[in-house]
């Protein structure tokens, strides 16, 4: 596997890199560490044309666009520190009550205002036994968006030559303290040469999360 890098765009004085990883069989996935957000993903499709199968922007402006924030789709993006919502945006942990941000009706969802999505990441290369793998780490402070516990938290990515990427992720806190962490990619198969009402998805469990009226599980 390759990964190259180069500056995507600007955030808060800071750079945000996009690196992009390819593998043998011609299939590329693009990170930006921006959110440790995959914004393309590219492979060979049955006529040798290679294909965008997932939902980001060439552009790092793109990501702040009126319609794109209005919508709130979180494209390709790590969600933390608590993936899905958290109702009354609030919970209790040791007899004591936290009170988080609201930025989904009344409750908390993705992490809240400024979650991990809409954080710039550190980034590193490492390679081991010839496999290369990018590595982005973020330092989330005690109490951000109400959440307890200082948290180091990093999120791996591997492109092999199987065409699968494999994500890995890895957290440590200096307190207890909520955490669900997952990469939020949207995939249009074909291309997005059409919709995806006649995509087909296996999910392997006989069971699902019931939703309240809010859109948050009742457990």
């Not at 968006?145 to 492109?159: D, Q, R």
């Not at 806190?173 to 669900?180: E, F, I, Q, R």
Request: hydrophobic share 30%; net charge negative.
């Amino acid at each position: 596997m390759n990964i190259e890098k180069k500056v995507f765009g600007q955030h808060q004085g800071k750079d945000v890199d996009l690196y992009t990883l390819s593998n043998d069989n011609g299939m590329v996935v693009k990170i930006m560490t921006y959110g440790a957000t995959i914004t393309t993903i590219s492979i060979p499709n049955k006529n040798k044309e290679t294909v965008n199968i997932a939902c980001g922007f060439d552009q790092f402006d793109g990501y702040f666009s009126e319609a794109y924030v209005g919508n709130s789709p979180y494209y390709g993006c790590t969600v933390g520190r608590y993936s899905s919502q958290i109702k009354d945006a609030k919970f209790t942990l040791n007899g004591k009550e936290y009170q988080l941000a609201t930025n989904c009706g009344a409750n908390n969802l993705h992490g809240g205002t400024v979650g991990f999505d809409k954080q710039v990441w550190s980034a590193q290369i490492t390679e081991t036994n010839g496999t290369k793998k990018l590595v982005l780490s973020l330092k989330s402070k005690d109490m951000e968006e109400g959440y307890p516990g200082n948290v180091e938290a990093a999120v791996s990515f591997e492109l092999n030559n199987n065409n699968e990427i494999v994500i890995n992720y890895l957290a440590t806190t200096d307190k207890p303290t909520p955490l669900s962490l997952t990469n939020h990619t949207y995939f249009n198969l074909s291309a997005f040469k059409n919709t995806v009402e006649n995509h087909t998805v296996l999910v392997n469990t006989a069971t699902r999360l019931k939703l309240d009226e809010t859109g948050a599980a009742t457990g």
